[in-house]
Structures are given as structure tokens and as C-alpha cells.
């Protein structure tokens, strides 16, 4: 079955800043992506008259599984996940290499993508990937569980993909990416009018974390990191040197996280 031409991506805002994913395809049939919370995605397919038919877990974070149970308690579907996430209602477990198809929607093909966490898992549909926390909009996620060479090597799988592709990510962060962004590569024209765009999209509540991967490319420090402007200022920011590609990334991660302090003081 060949993937449905152009389904319709819904953005539903969950908890505090972590966005739900429905994808629409024929006669409303719907896939859920992550499940952070039940009531505003329940209320979200029965106002659009959509039919649930899956449901696709990147990691096991709360923050996208605690609605899960009460989501299959409501409307009984398969869903699709790591192995890790059996105990919280995966009941197909997918991993690297993998690829199902859903009835109405199309195929997806499962991409492991560590770094965040051990077990994420990334899901291309199409144009269209759905990678939680691993790559964010201008941004990626904490090295809470993985490694620097296994973070650096995911985005790496992801920005080989083709450039149109769409990437859809599971939190509203990329305000305060571009901050860092611009920090960082000060005289990037790209990224600055990307925080002007991304400014008027959040002063009218418009969601800003979909983007295309090319520019994601242009914008985005953390595929960015072999970029010699961006070399040189990570260089600079730990005075010496920095030949290896893993190293650099990871300096550039502990950059962000030193920024990400002292933008809080």
C-alpha cells in the first residue's frame, strides 16, 4: 500500500509544551503520535470526526506515553514502539530497519535514532518525519541517556534524508533554540529571519515546530557542527582546538547547556 499522497498534519498542544500529532489520511482515518496527555486529544479527533486507527511511541518520557492508557481505553488500536514502552500499552514493538503499514495513512519506516534516550525511535512517513525529542526545530534533545556519538550519528541519518522533508517535533522550543542559534552564528542571515518568523508565529499562538529539514540545515547548530564559522565559535568557546566531529558536538551541546543556565539567572 502506498503511502497517502498529502494527509493533514493536526498540531495539538498537550501539557506545558509538548505537542501531540495526529495524521489524517483517507476517511479520517488517524495515527497519534506520542500520548503526553488523553483529554485535548480526544476532544481534538471528536471536533475534526476522526477514527483513531494507531498510535506511535518515539520514547518512553512520560511526557509522551502517560496518556496512553487512558487514549486505549477510549478507542482500542494497535500501537507502535520501542520495546521499553510494552509496560506503558505497546503492543507492536518496532525498532531499526523496521517498517508497518497502516491501513488509510501509509507505510512508516522506523529509524533508531539514540542520543536523547536509549530507546527513541524516529518514524518517516513519506516527507514527513516524526522524531520526538531527537531533533527539535533549531534545536536537539538532551543527552540525558546516550552519547555524543550516538546523538551526532542520528542527526546525521536525518539530515541525509531529502530536503523537503518535514519534521515534525514533540515540544514548542525553538524560541529559545534560535536564541542559542543566534548566539552562536551571529552573523547567519538565515537564522535571523528565522527569529523574526518564529516571533510573529508565537505572538499569534501559532505552533513552530514543523519544519522542513533544508531549513533545519540552514538554521539548526546542531547539524551544523562541521560548518567552519560554527567550528570556530565552539573552538573559541572551549579554547583549543577541535578536530573531531564528536568532540565538537558535544562541546556545542555543553554550550547550549551553559547558555540555557545563564539565559535563566
Known amino acids: 500500500m502506498n503511502t497517502v499522497a498529502a494527509p493533514t498534519i493536526h498540531c495539538i498542544p498537550v501539557l506545558s509544551d509538548n505537542y501531540v500529532w495526529l495524521i489524517e489520511g483517507l476517511d479520517g482515518a488517524t495515527v497519534i503520535v506520542d500520548a503526553g496527555e488523553a483529554g485535548p486529544v480526544i476532544e481534538a479527533l471528536e471536533d475534526r470526526g476522526l477514527t483513531p486507527v494507531g498510535t506511535i511511541i518515539t520514547h518512553h518520557h512520560a511526557d509522551h506515553v502517560q496518556g496512553l492508557g487512558e487514549l486505549l481505553a477510549r478507542f482500542p488500536m494497535p500501537v507502535h514502539g520501542p520495546d521499553s514502552c510494552r509496560r506503558h500499552g505497546v503492543d507492536h514493538v518496532v525498532g531499526e530497519g523496521d517498517a508497518f503499514e497502516v491501513p488509510g495513512i501509509g507505510r512508516f519506516e522506523v529509524m533508531a535514532t539514540p542520543g536523547h534516550t536509549q530507546d527513541h525511535l524516529t518514524y518517516v512517513l513519506g516527507r514527513h518525519l516524526f522524531c520526538g525529542d531527537t531533533l527539535f526545530t533549531a534545536g536537539c534533545g538532551r543527552l540525558f541517556e546516550g552519547t555524543a556519538a550516538q546523538m551526532l550519528h542520528s542527526l546525521d541519518r536525518i539530515a541525509a534524508l531529502d530536503d523537503d522533508t518535514q519534521v515534525y517535533c514533540g515540544h514548542e522550543y525553538t524560541a529559545d533554540s534560535l536564541r ?82 545563564l539565559a535563566r539567572l
Open 180 to 261: 542559542f542559534a543566534a548566539h552562536a552564528e551571529p552573523d547567519n542571515p538565515d537564522i535571523a529571519a528565522r527569529v523574526n518568523e518564529v516571533a510573529e508565529k508565537r505572538s499569534r499562538n501559532e505552533p513552530t515546530a514543523c519544519a522542513s529539514l533544508v531549513l533545519e540545515k540552514k538554521t539548526n547548530p546542531f547539524l551544523r557542527v562541521r560548518e567552519p564559522v560554527l567550528r570556530s565559535a565552539i573552538e573559541a568557546y572551549v579554547g583549543q582546538p577541535l578536530p573531531d566531529d564528536t568532540e565538537a558536538f558535544a562541546m556545542l551541546r555543553h554550550w547550549k547547556d551553559d547558555f540555557d543556565g
